[in-house]
């Protein structure tokens, strides 16, 4: 069987939809599905001198040829200049990811997204924070979990796109026993970790020290961890709350599996020092398969040829091994 990949290239100023159609240059067996702007991949494409060919999607999952996509056709309504996102082409990208997600849905398929500039969509009025958040509540409401991971590394986080000054009051015992959860249940079923080790980092400097630097350790943490361990007995391992600041040495990354961050710059930094332009954004918790890219929509490059696609690439490979086999080889 073919494994349907639905892909939303993001941001049409950015690196996205140039990132697509280099992948596209490399055949698959997946059928690539790219959910956008037709006249926008093949302007770029003849932009950058590459070449494209579009066909239209039918509903039937066959394999990709070179420099080919399977198309399902959407319209943006204002033309881009590279490296100028407009606003007015905002309710364009929602559309885009609500249709790959749908279909993602009805065809037991996996959306791969590209990046989106979320100012841009808030520009034009639409409250946006994230794919994450977005693709979660279109999908029934559920709280998602991000994870973003390289080779063995992962780190999921508590806590999504919110400012610094909110994050110490989301993190409640609700809140942190349903992230766990999740955590623990996908890093078995998708990841093919068999009793998985997670390590928890604290959320204030050295993991409060002993309440004298904030007391959400042992207020919250420390109790969610209690109950977790209660809850998984022998199938899991939960270590914690560990001072965040020495959670990623190479030692204690050698005794787990993942680490759960309380926050997306308290984890993510680390994974993007390891794991820049090689790793993959997936979302825990969905009723879909979600992956993506580890970088932004870089408008600094857009247009200029020179994006690289690698974490495109490991993204896509990985919405196609959890989409034919249900889950990803330990390791
Ligand atoms: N998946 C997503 O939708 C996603 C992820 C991260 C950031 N963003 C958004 O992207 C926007 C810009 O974010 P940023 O500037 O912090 O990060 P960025 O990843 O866009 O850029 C950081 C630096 O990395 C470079 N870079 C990024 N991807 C590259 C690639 N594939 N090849 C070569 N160089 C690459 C850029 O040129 C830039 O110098 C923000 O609006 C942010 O919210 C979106
Ligand atoms: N937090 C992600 C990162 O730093 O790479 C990024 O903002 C994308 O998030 P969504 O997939 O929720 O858009």
């Given at each position: 069987m073919n494994p349907l990949i639905l892909h939303t290239p993001g941001e049409p100023a950015g690196i996205g939809p140039e990132l697509l159609i280099k992948l596209a240059a490399q055949p698959s067996a997946a059928c690539r599905v790219a959910v956008a702007d037709g006249a926008l991949l093949e302007r770029t494409a003849k932009h950058l001198g590459l070449s494209l060919t579009l066909r239209r999607f039918d509903g039937v999952a066959q394999a990709t040829p070179a420099n080919t996509l399977w198309h399902l056709p959407q319209t943006m309504p204002q033309p881009v200049t590279f490296?100028?996102?407009?606003?007015d082409n905002a309710a364009y990208l929602l559309a885009c990811l609500r249709c790959a997600a749908d279909q993602a849905r009805v065809s037991q398929a996996a959306m791969v997204t590209g990046p989106l500039?979320?100012?841009v969509i808030?520009?034009?009025?639409?409250?946006?924070?994230?794919?994450?958040?977005?693709?979660?509540?279109?999908?029934?409401?559920?709280?998602?979990?991000?994870?973003?991971?390289?080779?063995?590394?992962?780190?999921?986080?508590?806590?999504?796109h919110m400012p610094l000054r909110a994050v110490a009051d989301a993190i409640t015992p609700e809140s942190l026993a349903h992230?766990?959860?999740?955590?623990?249940?996908?890093?078995?079923?998708?990841?093919?970790?068999?009793?998985?080790?997670?390590?928890v980092c604290g959320l204030n400097p050295h993991a409060g020290e002993g309440g004298h630097l904030g007391d959400e350790e042992q207020r919250v943490i420390e109790p969610a961890l209690t109950q977790q361990?209660?809850?998984?007995?022998?199938?899991?391992?939960?270590?914690?709350?560990?001072?965040?600041?020495?959670?990623?040495?190479?030692?204690?990354?050698?005794?787990?599996?993942?680490?759960?961050?309380?926050?997306?710059?308290?984890?993510?930094?680390?994974?993007?020092?390891a794991g820049f332009g090689q790793a993959v954004n997936v979302t825990l918790g969905?009723?879909?398969?979600?992956?993506?890219?580890?970088?932004?929509?870089?408008?600094?490059?857009?247009?200029k040829g020179t994006a690289d696609v690698g974490s495109l690439r490991a993204a896509e490979n990985m919405a196609i091994t959890l989409a034919t086999q249900g889950k990803l080889t330990h390791g």
């Open positions: 490296g100028l996102p407009s606003p500039n979320k100012a808030n520009q034009a009025g639409i409250a946006f924070t994230g794919h994450t958040e977005f693709i979660a509540a279109h999908c029934g409401g559920m709280t998602p979990v991000m994870m973003l991971t390289a080779g063995t590394l992962r780190v999921a986080l508590a806590t999504t992230v766990m959860q999740v955590l623990e249940h996908e890093l078995r079923e998708r990841f093919g970790i068999h009793k998985p080790r997670i390590q361990r209660a809850r998984s007995g022998e199938a899991a391992q939960w270590l914690g709350p560990v001072p965040a600041d020495t959670a990623f040495t190479r030692e204690r990354l050698a005794q787990c599996d993942a680490v759960l961050a309380m926050y997306h710059d308290q984890g993510l930094p680390t994974l993007k020092h969905l009723p879909i398969i979600r992956t993506s890219v580890d970088h932004g929509t870089a408008l600094d490059i857009a247009g």
